[in-house]
């Protein structure tokens, strides 16, 4: 079976709104930004269902939404989030075995909440390549040279630009996969993850690279949401 999972468990807290609530819940266009990018989910008949881990606090209010906003006939649950991303979408991966069982089959396609303008294509394509190779992600050619530097003040290394990405989201696997390399890392390495494809690095995975866009933009602070605003035809409010 293959199943959607929007991640919306952040707090938004770089986003320094003074809107009393996490950034996935801001108004974009017609609905809020969570809903918009649901609705790319709910347009793939691909998935047998789709779930959306949500913080603790919120998942009411999420479920609310859902019901105002979505018209589906692909199941849509609401999950309660963890501590951090990779929390969040163990508890979806728990709740989806619980619905549905275990089976060495069944794919995930990952996807932030806050990146809305998602296509179908990428939805796809993941799906595909998640089916044959067991971990994807999706990314985009750097455009801009890329520094490294140790200590923040002087230049250790300018990697070939030819061979560096920038990561979006979706990334899609193999759910046992996934669960499987997971359980092998250390606690050491699990306080390092920076997302799940990085559970597929430490350990050696090869991940499959999928196109993403430009277009594909993480809503992460006021400048990125006046950016949306603009992509979708709305008002730009300073």
Known sequence: MIFGIVLAGGVGSRMNTTANMPKQFLPLGDKPIVMQTLDKFVTCDRFD???IGT?????????????????SDIPITVVAGGSDRNATLFNVIAKIEEDHGEDENHIIVTHD???PF???RMINENIDAAQKYGAVDTVVPATDTIVRSLDGEFIESIPDRSKLYQGQTPQ???MNLLKKLF???????KAVLTDACKICALRGAKVRLVEGSAQNIKITTVGDYKIAQAMLGGIIVD
Request: no cysteine.
């Open 55 to 71: 913080h603790p606090d919120w998942v009411d209010h999420m479920a609310e939404l859902v019901e105002t906003h979505i018209v």
């Open 172 to 174: 899609s696997f193999n």
């Open 49 to 51: 269902a789709v779930y």
């Open 113 to 115: 909440a806050v990146r």
């Open 183 to 189: 359980a092998e890392l250390t606690e050491e390495e």
């Open 118 to 120: 998602v296509t179908l």
